[in-house]
Structure formats: structure tokens, C-alpha cells
């Protein structure tokens, strides 16, 4: 079963890049990458998927090496509101696309 | 457009009480899953429907846990009796179709029980 690991926390500054990464290393051939942010007292909220290389939508960025056993994670000049919680997950095709939820990256934005 | 609906926002019970949760899906959304937040934790899957059938109910603790979507429409969660290591978040998502192609599950606000 593929397991993300991501760094448990995060300490950034309002208008900097940030970038969080998360290894996958038994990551199977049709299975993608998601992530998702979470505020509090809120469900969490899908953020972007991708396969390999690199997507951006209008949020975020994601990349993907071409062994696929990381991806990071980009958040172009983040602001307080950024502050929450980010989700890694490998959305596990041959089981119909199941999403199994780690522990995720608390993100702290400060002023 | 709406979004996930769910009822009631919080609960508190006392130990080996009833307690009961409801979703309502996105309209169209014929995937719905429930899953269980403990604080400072990720979401755990406890079922997931297709339409009215439960095809994932691996995790769900089934002693003391049910679900129902009749219809394929709307959901609910039971748990009886409570414990009280039942205490967290239960959220109910949904999508259209699977999780495969895009990832996307629109999530409600939760259903936060406290069993005292």
C-alpha cells in the first residue's frame, strides 16, 4: 500500500514560495498524486493532482521526477490565509482510486 | 450550487448512547464516502458507496457502526452504542464517478461527536 511521508510542520513568511515535498516510494504505475489543504473545522479541500512532470492550476504547482517516488508541493507567494493543513496522497488506482490520508504538513504563514 | 451537506455540526453524548449523522451529496455526485478525522490526524476511510452499494466497507467497525444510502442519494452514519473513543470529526464526501481520473472529492464541514 503506498504511504506518503511529509515533514510535519512548516514556517513561512507572507509573499515567499513555498515548496513541500513528499516521498512516495511505493508508488504503483497507474496511481496518481494528489494534495489537499484543510482549514480548521473544515474538510480538507483538493488542491491539484498530477501523474508525472509538472501541472499548475490557478493555486498551486505540482512536480513530479520521473521516478515518481517524491512530488512537491508549490505554493507561489503565500499569504495568512495560506496557513493550514497540506495533504499528500496517492490515489490508488487499482483500488478503484481509494485516497489514503497521512498525517499532513501543518503550514504556518506569518506576517 | 450547494455543496456537501452535512447534520448536525456537533453532538454530544453520553457513553453507550445512539448517535446518527446524515449527508446529502453533491447533486449527481454518485460516489459517496464517510470518513473519520481524530484531532491532529488525516481523515480515515470508513465506507464508500457507488449509487447504493457499499464497496468499500473494509474499514468501517461494523459491531458497533452502519450506514445507508437507500436511495443513492443521501447517507447516514449510525453509531450504537457510542464509545468513547468515538470521539472525533465525521466527514462525508463526494464526487461524480470515482477518484481515478481527477482525485477531486468535494468535502462537507463535518460532524464533530463528543462522547462523554
Known amino acids: 500500500l503506498a504511504k506518503t511521508t511529509q515533514p510535519i510542520s512548516m514556517d513561512s513568511y507572507e509573499g515567499q514560495e513555498v515548496n513541500i515535498t513528499c516521498s512516495h516510494n511505493?508508488?504503483?504505475?497507474?496511481?496518481?498524486i494528489t494534495w489537499y489543504q484543510q482549514f480548521p473545522s473544515q474538510g480538507p479541500r483538493f488542491i491539484i493532482q498530477g501523474y508525472k512532470t509538472k501541472v499548475t492550476n490557478e493555486v498551486a504547482s505540482l512536480f513530479i521526477p520521473a521516478d515518481r517516488k517524491s512530488s512537491t508541493l508549490s505554493l507561489p507567494r503565500v499569504s495568512l490565509s495560506d496557513t493550514a493543513v497540506y495533504y499528500c496522497?496517492?490515489?490508488?488506482?487499482?483500488?478503484?482510486?481509494?485516497?489514503?490520508f497521512g498525517q499532513g504538513t501543518e503550514l504556518s504563514v506569518k506576517p | 450550487e450547494a455543496g456537501v451537506v452535512q447534520s448536525p455540526r456537533y453532538k454530544i453524548i453520553e457513553k453507550k448512547q445512539p448517535v446518527a449523522f446524515w449527508c446529502n451529496p453533491i447533486s449527481g455526485h454518485n460516489t459517496l464516502y464517510w470518513y473519520l478525522q481524530n484531532l491532529g490526524q488525516g481523515p480515515e476511510l470508513l465506507i464508500r458507496?457507488?449509487?447504493?452499494?457499499?464497496?468499500?466497507d473494509s474499514q468501517l467497525p461494523k459491531d458497533r457502526f452502519s450506514a445507508e444510502r437507500l436511495k443513492g442519494v443521501d447517507s447516514t452514519l449510525k453509531i450504537q452504542p457510542a464509545e468513547l473513543g468515538d470521539s472525533a470529526v465525521y466527514l462525508c464526501?463526494?464526487?461524480?464517478?470515482?477518484?481515478?481520473?481527477?482525485?477531486?472529492?468535494?468535502f462537507g464541514e463535518g460532524s464533530r461527536l463528543t462522547v462523554l
Open positions: 458507496y457507488e449509487n447504493e452499494e457499499a464497496v468499500d
Open positions: 511505493n508508488i504503483a504505475t497507474n496511481d496518481y
Open positions: 464526501a463526494s464526487s461524480f464517478g470515482g477518484t481515478v481520473d481527477t482525485g477531486e472529492l468535494f
Open positions: 496522497l496517492v490515489v490508488l488506482y487499482n483500488q478503484g482510486g481509494k485516497l489514503i
